[in-house]
């Protein structure tokens, strides 16, 4: 983990992936998150405005400000004019007057966690979770039967860390692809070797040349990567984290 304590200009190459981490604290004034309205959109603003609960309210806020303020590393625009679009099927892009470089990025947050994944045209995706007591039975039917009987061989006390590295690898890889219309999380499963995470499935088609990466970037954080490469490459990851005042 490469602790970072202020902005710089960043560079990626296509066979490397910058993973960004940052916590904000739970308990924000309002007149603090007023103070970064102006980082959004319109229809971020709608978007903002929509959410019921305060803290789920500032949490998207602080997301954008996060995203925003990490690609503006890579992109010659300053963060509040940067634009975000979205896909067909909902996942947040590029606009195309803010990408001069192909770049890919994926957001997660969770608990005031936040963790956004950028590569240069490689597809990516992230997920952070919070981990807090869940019994399995709700969730089996998310997992495929491998995965079921892999969770019964773990020994107890560690089954809730390996049952949230399944789940944050599958979000993970279904919000790198986009997928979550054609295929379900029991679809596929990973098998996790001493130095590799893989993905196997039994669906096909299926999308090909994906590479795994799961920590535990802070206490009680869950965090995986999926990223499309070509397998014959080698691929580094690289992983920040924001100790100052990121927000
Ligand atoms: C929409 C979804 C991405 C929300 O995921 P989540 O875990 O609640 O939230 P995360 O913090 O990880 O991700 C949210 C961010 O992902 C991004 N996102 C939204 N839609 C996305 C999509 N279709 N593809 C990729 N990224 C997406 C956004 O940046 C969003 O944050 P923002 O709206 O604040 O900008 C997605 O996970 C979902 O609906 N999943 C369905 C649940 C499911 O079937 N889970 C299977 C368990 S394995």
Redesign the pocket.
């Known amino acids: 983990m490469i602790y970072v304590n202020n902005f710089k200009e960043m560079h990626l190459d296509d066979r490397e992936t910058h993973v960004w981490f940052a916590q904000a604290a739970l308990e924000l004034n309002s007149s603090t998150m007023q103070d970064k309205l102006f980082f959004l959109d319109s229809d971020e603003l709608h978007?903002y405005n929509r959410y019921k609960f305060p803290q789920k309210r500032s949490?998207?806020l602080l997301?954008?400000v996060f995203?925003k303020k990490v690609l503006s590393q890579y992109l010659n625009i300053s963060p509040e004019n940067i634009k975000?679009q979205y896909?067909a099927?909902?996942?947040?892009v590029l606009g195309s007057e803010s990408d001069s470089i192909d770049l890919q990025f994926?957001?997660?947050?969770?608990n005031f966690g936040f963790a956004c994944a950028v590569t240069l045209g490689n597809p990516v995706?992230?997920?952070?979770?919070y981990v807090i007591p869940v019994e399995q039975k709700h969730?089996n039917h998310?997992l495929a039967p491998e995965e079921i009987a892999y969770l019964s061989d773990v020994p107890p006390a560690e089954r809730l860390k390996n049952l949230f590295q399944i789940?944050t690898l599958?979000?993970a890889f279904?919000?790198?692809n986009?997928l979550?219309e054609t295929i379900s999380?029991n679809d596929f499963y990973f098998i996790f070797e001493p130095t590799d995470i893989k993905i196997h499935t039994k669906k096909t088609p299926f999308p090909e040349n994906w590479k795994f990466y799961f920590i535990m970037p802070a206490d009680n954080f869950s965090l995986a990567l999926a990223v499309q490469t070509d397998y014959k490459t080698k691929h580094d990851v690289k992983y920040y984290c924001c100790d100052f005042n990121f927000f």
Do not use: M, T, V
């Open positions: 978007k949490e998207y997301g954008r995203l975000i896909s099927n909902g996942k947040p994926n957001l997660s947050h969770s995706g992230i997920d952070i979770e969730i998310y789940w599958k979000e279904l919000k790198a986009d979550f999380p």
